[in-house]
């Protein structure tokens, strides 16, 4: 079968780009912002004749394509939905009209964090401009393209050396010797990106479609999964500072009680750390 992986520079995507090719399915993936070896340019703001160009011949699109900044969705609304709405939508047009079945990632934070985890039943409260993108592409995509498979995620993670990776950021900035500071008062599903991706697949394989959760399998504070972030690179605990995510005077809002559950999929990967 052959697949095209959109965003695949992305932590999601580069890792879905492995899994496939591990498998032994034939898949290109391709980057709009950040270049890598192998990938192939697209833009999914460019015009239709393009993104159709993209997807003829293929039988699975995957779009874990996105700008996950929520601080700069807030502050750039218009923008984000260029990306996070209508650039998905156009190429899950494209997609069915190729014959092609369509992945979409999604996230926790079309939830607004208010008596979490959430399973995919639960009514979405979206906070901030990103959480509210990320449900209208969600709806819109599904109103037009129903045998597309939604998946929802959250706090995903992995071991690479990635900017949009949260382990590696708390590892860097331990290594430069400064504290990091991480919420004890926000609750969420911490995902590892190789266990996501390959229950996305088996998942979309076995013929799932519409809205779906996949998430790790143990639900912990920001400050916790911190901790254990340090431990895991032979760091002190201590080094790690318990705040109010109030304190971080963040511009977009963040849910606190949120994490996913799943009523379709058992959870995804091992607990971080070891675990309870």
Known sequence: MRHIVVGASGQVGSHLLRCLGAIGEQAVGTYYSRPAPGLIYLDLAGDEAALAAAVAGTEWVWIPAAMPDVDRCEREPAWSWQVNVKGPLKLARAAAQAGARTVFFSSDYVFDGIGG????????????????????????????????????????????????????????????????????????????????????????????????????????????????????????????????????????????????????????????????
């Open 117 to 276: 985890p959430f399973a995919e039943g639960d009514r979405p409260r979206p906070l901030q401009t990103y959480g509210r993108h990320k449900l209208e592409a969600e709806q819109a995509l599904l109103a037009d393209v129903p045998e597309a498979l939604v998946v929802r995620t959250a706090w995903v993670y992995s071991k690479e050396r990635h900017p949009r990776n949260f382990v590696h950021r708390v590892v860097e900035a331990l290594a430069a010797g400064q504290r990091v500071p991480a919420a004890e008062d926000q609750w969420n599903t911490p995902t590892d990106a190789e266990a996501l991706v390959s229950a996305a697949w088996e998942a979309a394989r076995a013929g799932l479609s519409g809205v779906l959760h996949l998430a790790g399998p143990e639900r912990l504070t920001r400050y916790e999964f911190t901790c254990r972030i340090a431990e895991a690179a032979g760091y002190p605990r201590d080094r790690v500072e318990p705040v109010a995510l109030g304190s971080l005077s963040l511009p977009a809002a963040r849910p606190l009680d949120g994490g996913l559950k799943s009523t379709r999929w058992a959870p995804v990967g091992a607990p971080f750390g070891g675990g309870t």
